[in-house]
Structures are given as C-alpha cells and as structure tokens.
C-alpha cells in the first residue's frame, strides 16, 4: 500500500491491479474524527478537511446507510452495521469487524468491509476504524470474503506482522503509533477470512484479488482441495508470495511514488517554497528523515556554481523534513547552518562524484567515524542503526546540492531499487530547483538593475521636502518599469516625475532607465513640461514599438507658489490643501502614452500655497483587478488627507490603506512632496544695466543684502562669485540690462540672468589669455553652478552652501 500525499496513511491508488485501497480514521473520546486517509476520502467521498473535526457518525454511513443496509447475507450481516455505531459511540471495549452494503454513496450500492479497534492510553484517540471497498475483492458466492482477527501466537509470525503494521496505521509519532500497534496486535491482527476456511493478514502486500485468482487456478487443477494442510499454509500466507509479484508490486509502488512526487514539486518558481516542497516530498513514504543541502551560490540567486565542490565548498542546510519528535534534529543540525563537509564522509562522496552513496546500515563503528569528522556535535545518537541514502542535486551535469534520507531501525533498509528511486527523485528535484535557480538570478538581475535606476529622492530640496516609496510586483516576473524622480532645476524648482512603463520583467526595467535618463537631460535643459512630453513622446517611437509608458511631469515653484504640470496618460496626482485638509484629484488634461505618437500634450497651471501636499503614484498602488479604479482613486485621496507627524509616515499611511485591499499585482511607485514655499523676505531682486561698472554695484548689492540677512560668513565668497558671473553676463548680453536674484533657503542661490542663448562652459584658459577663469573660479568655490535656457535668453546660477545660523527652517504644517 502506499501513503497518502500527506504521509499519513498508506493507501493504494485503485487503478494498480492487485491492490486494494484501505480507508485508516481515528476516532477521539469526543467521538470526532481526528484523522482520515485518502483511502476514507476515496472510499466515503469526504476530503481530510471536510471530515476532521467532525463526529464519525455524521460520515461513517454507520447510522444510516449500514443500519438499514440492505445486507446481501441477511442471516450474517444484520448486526454489523449496528455493531460499528456501537463501536463509535464507544459502547464496546473488544474489536468489532463487518460488512455492509452501502445505498446512498451516489454511486450504487458499495460493500464495505471493515476493523474497529478500541484504543486507550494517555493520547486522546478512543478508536481506530480500517475500511476497505469489498467489491475489489472479486470473490464469488461460493467464496465469501469476510473480516476477522488473527491472535498470533507464533513470535516469528508476530514480529514480522509488527514491523509491517505500522505501514497501514496512520503516522502519529513514535509514541502513538506504538501504542496503537502494541493494542492492535494484543487485540487481534486483521485478517480477510475466505469461506471461513483461510485467513490472509492485511499488510501493505495486500492484493487480495492475485490472490484468489492463484487460489482458484490451484484449486481448479485438484491441488490440496480443502486439505487441512493447504489450510495451515494459507493461514500464514501473504496475498503476494511470489517472488515476480513482489517484484513488480515493488516497481510499480517505486513509480507510483515517482509520479506522485513529480506532481507535488515545482508548484513555484520560488526558491524556498521549491526546496520545501522536494524535501517534504519524500517524508514519510519513501524515507523518515531528509534534509536539503545547497551551495551557496545557488541559496543566493547568483549565477551557475563554477567548477566542482570540494573541501572548501561553502553548503547552506535549507530544509529538513522528518517523523521523529518534534525538535530531535533542530540543535544538532539546524536549518540554515552554513558548512564545509569534511571529506572522508558520505556527503563528501556524493557531491564530488556526483553518484549516490547508500550504506544499506549505519554501524556504530561508521556512526562514530561520521560524527568524528564534524566538531562540536555528536551525530551518533541521530544516525547509528539508520539507512542511509545520500542523492545528488544536479542539473547541466553540475551538483547544486544534494540530500541526505534515511530511515530509522525496524523501517526496511535502503535497497538497489531504493538508490535508483531516490536518483530519479533528485534528478526530477535537481531540474526543478535549477528553474527556480535561473528565475532567481534573472529577477535579482532586473532587480539590481532596477534598483539601480530609482533614484535617491533627496528629503530636502528648496522650498519643498519629499519622501518615496516603492513596491516590487507580487507575481512571478514582478520587476517593473515604475520610477519616480526629483530633479533640481533653476530658480529653486524642483521637477517631480513619476512613470510606469508597459510590461514586466528585464525589458521594462531596462526601457525604464532609459526613459528616465532622458527626462533628466531634457529637464536640465530646462524645457517646459509639455515640449518635455513631447520630445518623449518621439525618443520612444524612435527607441521602438513596443517603448509605450505613461509619465507625469510637475515642475514646482516655491517663489511663485504655482505647479506647471504635464501628463502622458498617467493616472491624475493627489492635491492635499494645507488651509482645511481637503484632498483633490487634479483634473489635467489626460494626453496619451508616450510612444503612441500624433497626440498633442498640454500644461496646466495650479496655484499652491505652503504646506500643500502634492501626491504622486503609479496605477499599481490604486488598480486591483475587478475593481473599478475610481474606487482606488477615492481610497487615495482619502488616505492622502489623513494627518501624519512626518512626510514618511504620511506614506506609510497610504501605503497600509492600498494596499491591504487584496488583488495587488503590479509594482508601486509613489513620490509625496510637501510644497513648503519660500516666503517673499528671502527673495532679492535687481536690474543692472549692461555697464561695466555695475560689477561694482553687484557686489555692493550682495554684500548689503547678506548683511541683512545675518550671513556675514558668506559676504565675501558671495562677492567673488557674483563679480564673475555679473562679469560674463555683461560681456555677452544684447539687452540693455541683466537680472540678478538671491534666494536664501537651505543654501544661498544666486542667479544671473542675460537675454543672450549661448551657454557657458568651462575653457582651459593660457597664461596669456584675459579670459576663461572666471568660471573655473566658481566651479572652486560654489557647491554646485550650472545653467539653463528659459524662454528667454540664458540663466546662470550657483549655490553657496551656509552655516547653521543661516538656514531658515522650513515652514511645517
């Protein structure tokens, strides 16, 4: 017989000829079921989690079905059915056994055979209940089947009979499986009793129809018709004496396993949930203990492990799976340990050649010589006396792991079939771990590379802080083409973008970064936000068909108090008022995504004031499948206006009310920022005309201002910088005057401004050139400097950074 997919009870599949399923349920002193085979889930329709927990009654058709069975021997049978209601509601304390006809299975009428066992001990099972289909049988009315019990008295007969019993028993532990054997066979062994005249025990060899059709051959030929010795022989007899059926039961038995373990493995492209399922797999049907061991290579998701293992070769315990009491292995070999194997050592063995190394029993001279080699732990008490069988984990020829499995003394010693079983298990194992391997790589790769291109949004910028999120997909290929991005820009702006690019996977991720590199130079260029969208919109249709993303695109001025935005088919952004906490989706114009091409885009203006929250997002975060996104949006704005002491935890709080709702696939992007403004007493302006004496006034100007302002550290770098840069402006500009502005915010910003086009840039200056220093002096001096191309003319700017009394603390609300 073989055990159930969970390991906790042998049954046998119904199609493999000369088999017979066998129901196992356990019944506690509450007269409920606390345990159910896939035989009793086969044989009475009920699944494992229909059936435990409820009363017996309820699904043993004992109360209905067999009370008023219709009994094909009235005169045998009219008490059975009663007799096992009896034994379920605990009214009996010797074994009961009977047959019956079932007539409301839905599948006509079904004859039962079946063995109830009265259980005592400290455990809270009362009863023990084996079933069997009795139409597989085949027997005639000349040969009726029946159940009964065998006492064996004979001490060979009765310990061979113990060590298979536990085979047909549930597995429940060592303690209570022993209890219930020990009851069992005190009790009476089953049997099938033939005409009253033979007795078979039921053992997993059970085949009862090979049986009878042998019998009704030899009986057919005259060969010791009803003889008192054929009867003595066949009262010891097995329903699989011959040595070609065992053989072939065996094989079959190996490869129903097989395929049973096939369907059970590689669920998942998961790594972890892989391992668990091959090692879980194994126990108990095929061995008692198995644990997983891999390289670390393959643990980490890195590429293919190069060359073979050897003494130095790092191996991670992943998983282990066994039927011993609970906690026996956790000390001595713990999952997770990192560890070299010594040589001289069956692991060693198997993962350098690759083959699998059975000791058919461990002696306690190879038990010692095994522990001896690993210090600090004494493996003799876990492993002498068991069969051992280590297995390779290859793939592509390479061993990516192997697994140890063994079997625990009185359990049948690992054989030639064993090893090649327990091959193929390893090799169907290897195959699949080494798919879960690659997947492992290829999404760290995308990860990285993914990770690599979302930026580090400064929390602080001028006149705004922000804070990001982001969520990796919940599906297999989850990494995506969501970004998000902050970009500095003259003037104190800052440039907010969010986008998602279509698809998943290497490609995205790689058409994510970059589109987002080019948003970053076409906005250091200073363009406005819809020639923005514009220009992206031709780079993808030129990058290929298949480059389509949805972006937005916020430029934010503190001075101006005012939002310039631009959307490319992107999902609208959350406004939160500072004045009265109202949240707003702003209406913008929708545009296409970028790579359609021949669709116009549009900006729109929105007035701000300081403290507003402005929220961007991708449709991961919002869109659940089934669900209409207005829900998502609605839920957005909702959680957007919720108060928080922090711009951090005002996303956690969106996060945590998004994205519980159920159903998320996509990744995440979000990007919060708080537009703090920068009040007008921090801004000074002025014209100068294109004079060369207005240098002097500049620096005069600057030098004032500061003074003002409490900055008396920053005069004289501030005049230097100032003097070269009015300089540069008067000697290029064609208007009759140039701009010249100072924000103080974090840092001290100047700009200059001159109606000329021509962008400076850095010259290698000769020792008898007059010009080209001046701008290697700002680049030495300033903390950052560029330029940009406004609408019109040119603006040259540079940040110097300032001391602590300096900086203006941001307003917060």
Known sequence: MDRTASGSALDTAADVPGRIPLAVIVVDSARRVTHWSSGARKLFGHTREEAVGRAAVDLLPVAGAFADADWSDPDAYDSLGQDLDASLGGETSYPTAGRARMTDTGRGPVDVVWWAYPLVGPGAERLLVLAADAAQLHSTEDERVAPGFGLHTDFAEARRLAERLPDILPNMGPAASSRIVSQVLELGYPVLEISQQERVPVTPDWGMPKYIERRRRRLARGDGQNSSADSSSAANATCAVDDTDLEYAAVREHLEFLNDVSGRIGSSLDLARTIREVTSAAVPRFTDFAGTHLRAAVLAGEGFPDGPPDVTTVWHRVWV??????????????????????????????????????????????????????????????????????????????????????????????????????????????????????????????????????????????????????LPGTLLGRVGGDWFDSIKLSGSRTAFVVGDVMGHGLNSAAMMGQLRTAVQTMAALDLPPAQLMRNLDDLAQRLGEHYLATCLYAVYDPIRSELLISNAGHIPPVLVRAADGRSELLELPTGAPVGVGGVPFETAKVRVEPGDRLVLCTDGLVEVRGADIGEGLAALCESAAHPAASMDDACDTIIRALNTRGGRKDDVALLMARLNGIPADDVAEWELATEPREVGRARRLVRGQLLAWGLDEAVETAELLVSEVVTNALRYAHAPSVGLRLVRSDALLCEVTDDDQSLPALLTAGRDDEFGRGLHVVSKLAREWGASRPARGKTVWFEQALGRVGVRAPLSR
């Not at 792991?401 to 010693?413: C, K, P, Q």
């Not at 771990?433 to 990285?448: H, P």
């Open 321 to 470: 799976e066994h039927n011993d009491e609970p906690g026996r292995w956790d000390d001595t070999v713990p999952v997770g340990e990192a560890i070299a194997f010594p040589a001289d050592t069956p692991f060693f063995q198997c993962m350098v050649t690759g083959e699998p190394v059975l000791i058919p029993r461990i002696s306690d001279e190879l038990g010692n010589r095994i522990s001896e080699r690993f210090e600090k732990r004494d493996l003799r008490p876990l492993i002498n006396g068991r069969s051992m069988l280590v297995v390779p984990l290859k793939a592509r020829n390479v061993v990516l792991g192997f697994m140890v499995l063994m079997r625990r003394d009185g359990r049948e010693i690992f054989n030639d079939m064993d090893r090649t079983t327990g091959a193929e298990l390893a090799a169907r194992a290897g195959l699949v771990l080494d798919n879960a391997r690659m997947y492992t790589y290829q999404e760290n790769v995308a990860e990285t590379l993914q990770d690599s291109m979302l930026p580090q949004v400064a929390p602080r910028m001028a006149g705004c802080d922000a804070a990001t999120r982001y």
